[in-house]
């Protein structure tokens, strides 16, 4: 039986890979001409935004879990007078994905429309959401949702939060106490402790948190070296690292991009500490772009050089150096901002840039045991159609997995159930929703959340697996029925 659960979690982390730190092309492309915002469905399908666009479409990974080889299917579209490029947005903890705002709205003309909607994956419909009270303009605010569930934005021309009402799909406004500049152009980034983090781009080396319980912002301390471009007003992306600390990469345009390292406090009240970390070589920075945690821990990022030039390079950031690694096809034409990753539950990182050429990187190396889901209690034996409650530890991995400077948020900090048939290998994912947490690094605390095994599931014999940021846990042996 050991041997039968090590070859099932083999096949589906390397499903459809060739080598180990390159990049392959989707088999099947997409039709539709800007693919751009690209989310983690917690049925194991990716959505995908035509950008600037009305339409959205789904990627399917085929029977062998293979996203490489997966198939298109156009969804519902939001309503006409809606297609934003830059925006808030986040799949929640019932399984929605919620969008509002958009710094353009239908065109290249910046406009910081106010309107927003709400997708339901299983009634393939989107809902139009009011903004809060009084914000004329949403913009590509900020976002994150919080371990408790709640979607929270910020005014990109004030320092007030909207926390949204996921049941009746309403606004609360909440002051921004003692934030020291503007929301706008900022990233967020969510702690194990529940805090978020965020490098002020208004002050040159201040970083702030938000203490939740108290709704107020606290100093995060100084990054030392200066992260934001002054010009440009841009940021890099910050991400939580599977050792618990934040990588946080610079955009200063006129030199090299610094990055700095943050290492949070033990009470969540102290600032914790910053320690510079590697500049990027030449003239390179990340003045708004993508990162990805990989599942052996390091960080891949897209950089490139100046402010909004092409080409881009990329590296992977191993804890202490910036290493060079393979950039796709359409690098020598984008600038670092062109690019948006998702961490795929292959372990793989969707990569997109609003072309039609979608590519998937294949990293090396394989993440800590320590970092993988535990399941603790499910039933063995499964009904198709039915719901399920399942219980255990990590269920939401230790990091949102993406990060960006502010314009896209892409966060798949929740479980993914796969089901893998042991006579045919075939992988089918059972969708996930109301999990009962949404923090990240949960560590040994007992978690849980719901999953439908789909009509499509194979009968017999098979194994259960629980994926966050692209770490599978032991296969669980199940019958379904």
Do not use: C
């Not at 990049?23 to 997409?30: A, D, G, N, T, V």
């Not at 406009?111 to 927003?116: F, I, M």
């Not at 100084?222 to 690292?241: C, F, K, M, Q």
């Amino acid at each position: 039986m050991k041997k039968l659960q090590a070859m099932v979690v083999i096949t589906i982390v390397l499903a459809g890979i060739v080598h180990a730190q390159s990049w392959q092309p989707l088999k099947h492309q997409p039709t539709f001409p800007s693919p751009f915002n690209a989310f983690l469905l917690t049925d194991g399908t990716i959505m995908v935004q035509d950008s600037d666009a009305s339409d959205w479409w789904r990627l399917t990974p085929d029977l062998s879990g293979s996203y490489v080889n997966g198939t298109w299917t156009q969804l519902a579209s939001l309503p006409s007078n809606y297609g934003p490029l830059y925006y808030a947005s986040a799949v929640l903890a019932d399984g929605r994905l919620m969008i509002q705002g958009g710094e353009y709205n239908l065109s290249q003309v910046p406009v910081e429309t106010s309107l927003g909607a709400i997708y339901d994956p299983v009634k393939n419909t989107w809902t139009p959401v009011a903004p809060p009270r009084g914000w004329a303009s949403v913009g590509d605010a900020v976002s994150v949702v919080l371990p408790n569930g709640t979607f929270l934005i910020g005014d990109i021309f004030g320092t007030s939060l909207a926390a949204f009402n996921a049941t009746n799909l309403t606004w609360t406004v909440l002051p921004g106490t003692g934030k020291l500049d503007p929301n706008s152009e900022e990233g967020w980034t969510l702690l194990p402790d529940g805090t978020v983090l965020t490098v002020d781009v208004g002050n040159p080396t201040q970083a702030e948190k938000i203490d939740v319980p108290l709704r107020k912002w606290i100093s995060a301390g100084s990054t030392i070296v200066e992260l934001p471009d002054p010009n440009a007003y841009e940021i890099g992306p910050a991400i939580l690292r599977a050792d618990g600390t934040v990588f946080a990469a610079g955009a200063n345009g006129s030199g090299p991009g610094h990055t700095s390292i943050y290492t949070p406090p033990a009470n969540p009240a102290d600032p914790g500490t910053w320690t510079p970390g590697p500049d990027f070589p030449g003239n390179l920075n990340v003045a708004d772009g993508p990162a990805a945690l990989l599942p052996s821990g390091n960080v891949l990022l897209q950089a490139s050089p100046g402010i909004y030039k092409p080409p881009s390079s990329f590296f992977e950031f191993d804890g202490v150096n910036l290493n060079p690694v393979p950039a796709p096809p359409n690098a020598p034409n984008d600038p670092s901002y062109a690019g948006v990753m998702l961490v795929l539950p292959t372990g793989q990182v969707l990569w997109t840039d609003g072309s039609q050429d979608i590519e998937v990187y294949t990293p090396k190396g394989s993440p800590n045991p320590a970092w993988a889901p535990v399941v603790t209690q499910v039933s063995t034996t499964l009904t198709r159609g039915q719901s399920y409650t399942i219980s255990g530890a990590q269920f939401n991995g230790l990091s949102q997995g993406s990060a960006y400077g502010d314009d896209v948020q892409v966060a798949s900090n929740y479980p993914l159930v796969a089901i893998r048939n042991n006579t045919t290998g075939h992988i089918f994912f059972a969708r996930t929703h109301d999990h009962s947490t949404m923090g990240v690094a949960t560590k040994s605390a007992i978690v849980s959340t719901h999953f439908d095994v789909s009509s499509a599931t194979e009968t017999g014999a098979s194994m259960l697996f629980v994926i966050a940021n692209g770490i599978h846990s032991k296969g669980t042996s199940v019958t379904v029925q």
